[in-house]
């Protein structure tokens, strides 16, 4: 008589376990633990063209960034600032990068040690009845197993992991360096928009001002020729200076517009009104918004390499020499372990039980014999990319100074430019008032009146751009010093 392969009450529990099996395996598979996508929230005005909507809102760790800018005096630029280092996203993309990049560190430092793993098997297998001899009826085998141990681990016996690491390190470095040069660059830019546009706000001023001046003068010379005391020319003068003003209202309107669209960019959002630049930001009796204390003249090299720049080109250098160690330890042999102890048995009870132990150990040892100069040609061209980071270490330090030094030299002459243009301007003014006093008098004609009135409104305009120049060159010097808080 044959004997069944499982017991009755066995016989009866296996369709249960099938299903509770299946079932498992199926709510396994349902598990998904990619995050739910959400679309981000728009940092936009509410409509094209208006500057409303929810202002951006700044962190207390940007408050406390721009906090340290000393060099920065008015307080509206402080607070845009802060505002562009909580929510500009270029600045957001440096952040994340340097994260990928620690990460990444972390995975070439997690080679310099074995992974253990630990793992817990069990099989069943049915071989049919015949297989082994033409009498030999089906049998069901089990086997459980467990495990601890770690495979191929290579032994660094030539420095080829300590040199990956070592690279991947001066890769997250660098990244850092990065960061600190663009963050450098955010402020600056935010600064020079802000300047941008309280510059056009002031010429927009001076545009209105001058449009107000010329259509009274124009109201008069009306009047004068209503009772025929001038010609009609002078009359068509008068009005060219009209539509003249009016049109530069016009285009600084828009110009205005176009100066808070880029300053909205730079923050990553809405600005706030109370923070706008006014007309008066750049006047002369007013506070200087950004200035920087007096800096040493010659500069100590060692300010320079500090720069975020340089020391990213450093990083680089750096992270080459290294991949020539890796490169070079590819040509000699690599020998790695792989090693496991644990545990078998076919009945689960009896998986711990004594004699049951199980070990292997596996060393190999991998010679390269032939490989069509592959790791010699990989050898030659870390070295390329070593000599290339060398070329570019040296031109960002070249570059640090020549920049520094065409900052310096402006600066040496900021001073007496705009002495110089105030002095003009209050000239220029002086002879307006006297031709239009000539004029009115009968002792010109028209055409003085007007040649000074151009005069003395391009003097005031060329003045605005001085002032707005001089106050970007004091945002450059402190970009150009590494924009660290003693570099002004």
């Given at each position: 008589?044959t004997r069944?392969?499982?017991?009755p009450?066995?016989?009866?529990r296996?369709?249960?376990a099938?299903?509770?099996?299946?079932?498992?395996?199926?709510l396994?598979?349902?598990c998904?633990l990619?995050?739910t996508?959400?679309?981000?929230a728009?940092?936009v005005p509410d409509a094209v063209?208006?500057?409303?909507?929810?202002?951006?809102l700044?962190s207390e760790?940007s408050l406390?960034?721009?906090?340290a800018?000393?060099?920065?005096q008015?307080?509206?630029l402080?607070?845009?600032?802060?505002l562009?280092?909580s929510?500009n996203?270029?600045?957001?993309?440096?952040?994340?990068t340097?994260?990928?990049?620690?990460?990444?560190y972390?995975?070439?430092?997690a080679?310099?040690l074995p992974s253990?793993?630990?793992q817990?098997?069990?099989?069943?297998a049915?071989t049919?009845?015949g297989?082994?001899?033409?009498?030999a009826?089906?049998?069901?085998?089990?086997?459980?197993?467990?495990q601890l141990?770690?495979?191929?681990?290579e032994?660094d016996?030539?420095g080829?992991v300590r040199?990956?690491?070592e690279?991947?390190?001066?890769q997250f470095?660098q990244?850092?360096?990065?960061?600190?040069n663009i963050?450098?660059g955010?402020i600056a830019?935010?600064a020079?928009?802000?300047?941008t546009l309280?510059?056009?706000?002031?010429?927009?001023?001076?545009a209105r001002?001058t449009?107000?001046s010329?259509?009274?003068?124009y109201?008069l010379?009306e009047?004068?020729?209503?009772?025929?005391s001038t010609?009609?020319?002078?009359?068509?003068q008068?009005?060219?200076?009209?539509d003249?003003a009016?049109g530069?209202?016009?285009?600084?309107l828009?110009?205005?517009?176009?100066d808070?669209?880029?300053?909205?960019l730079?923050?990553g959002?809405p600005?706030p009104?109370?923070?706008?630049?006014?007309a008066?930001?750049?006047?002369?009796?007013?506070?200087?918004?950004?200035?920087?204390q007096?800096?040493?003249v010659?500069?100590a090299?060692?300010?320079l390499?500090?720069?975020?720049?340089?020391?990213?080109?450093?990083?680089a250098?750096?992270?080459?020499e290294?991949?020539i160690g890796?490169?070079r330890?590819?040509?000699?042999p690599?020998i790695?372990?792989?090693?496991?102890l644990?545990t078998?048995s076919?009945?689960?009870?009896?998986?711990f039980?004594?004699g049951?132990?199980?070990w292997?150990?596996v060393?190999l040892?991998?010679l390269?014999?032939?490989?069509?100069g592959?790791n010699?040609a990989n050898?030659q061209v870390a070295?390329a990319n070593?000599?290339?980071?060398v070329a570019q270490y040296e031109?960002a330090?070249q570059?640090?100074f020549?920049?520094?030094?065409d900052?310096l030299?402006?600066r040496?002459?900021?001073?007496?430019?705009i002495?110089a243009?105030t002095r003009l301007?209050?000239s220029?003014?002086?002879a307006?008032?006297?031709?239009?006093?000539?004029?009115k008098?009968?002792?010109?004609?028209y055409?003085?009146v007007l040649?000074a009135?151009?005069?003395?409104y391009?003097a005031?305009?060329t003045?605005i751009g001085?002032?707005?120049a001089?106050?970007?060159?004091?945002v450059?010097l402190?970009?150009?010093?590494?924009?660290t808080?003693d570099?002004g």
């Amino acid at each position: 008589m044959t004997r069944p392969l499982l017991s009755p009450g066995r016989q009866r529990r296996r369709p249960a376990a099938i299903a509770a099996a299946l079932a498992t395996a199926a709510l396994l598979a349902g598990c998904n633990l990619a995050p739910t996508h959400q679309t981000p929230a728009l940092s936009v005005p509410d409509a094209v063209g208006t500057t409303s909507g929810s202002p951006a809102l700044a962190s207390e760790a940007s408050l406390q960034a721009a906090a340290a800018l000393g060099w920065v005096q008015a307080q509206p630029l402080r607070d845009v600032i802060a505002l562009a280092l909580s929510n500009n996203r270029d600045l957001r993309v440096a952040v994340e990068t340097i994260e990928r990049a620690r990460a990444q560190y972390g995975i070439t430092r997690a080679d310099l040690l074995p992974s253990v793993t630990a793992q817990a098997q069990a099989s069943r297998a049915r071989t049919a009845a015949g297989m082994s001899s033409a009498t030999a009826p089906a049998q069901v085998a089990t086997q459980y197993t467990a495990q601890l141990g770690f495979a191929s681990y290579e032994i660094d016996f030539w420095g080829r992991v300590r040199n990956l690491n070592e690279a991947a390190l001066q890769q997250f470095l660098q990244s850092q360096q990065n960061q600190r040069n663009i963050q450098t660059g955010l402020i600056a830019d935010v600064a020079n928009a802000w300047l941008t546009l309280a510059a056009d706000e002031a010429r927009l001023q001076l545009a209105r001002d001058t449009l107000a001046s010329r259509e009274k003068a124009y109201a008069l010379t009306e009047r004068i020729h209503a009772i025929g005391s001038t010609s009609g020319l002078v009359l068509a003068q008068a009005q060219t200076t009209v539509d003249s003003a009016r049109g530069d209202v016009a285009t600084y309107l828009a110009q205005v517009e176009r100066d808070r669209n880029a300053l909205q960019l730079l923050v990553g959002g809405p600005v706030p009104a109370a923070l706008w630049p006014t007309a008066s930001t750049l006047r002369a009796d007013a506070q200087a918004p950004a200035a920087l204390q007096p800096v040493p003249v010659p500069l100590a090299s060692s300010v320079l390499l500090a720069r975020p720049d340089v020391q990213a080109a450093e990083n680089a250098l750096r992270a080459t020499e290294a991949n020539i160690g890796a490169a070079r330890a590819a040509l000699f042999p690599t020998i790695s372990l792989t090693a496991n102890l644990g545990t078998g048995s076919r009945e689960l009870d009896g998986l711990f039980g004594a004699g049951s132990s199980t070990w292997s150990f596996v060393p190999l040892v991998r010679l390269p014999i032939f490989d069509a100069g592959r790791n010699r040609a990989n050898v030659q061209v870390a070295e390329a990319n070593q000599r290339i980071a060398v070329a570019q270490y040296e031109k960002a330090v070249q570059t640090a100074f020549r920049e520094t030094a065409d900052v310096l030299a402006d600066r040496a002459q900021w001073d007496e430019r705009i002495a110089a243009q105030t002095r003009l301007v209050a000239s220029t003014q002086k002879a307006f008032d006297l031709s239009e006093a000539r004029f009115k008098a009968g002792v010109d004609n028209y055409l003085t009146v007007l040649d000074a009135q151009r005069s003395l409104y391009a003097a005031q305009q060329t003045l605005i751009g001085l002032r707005q120049a001089e106050q970007v060159n004091r945002v450059t010097l402190w970009k150009v010093l590494g924009g660290t808080p003693d570099a002004g």
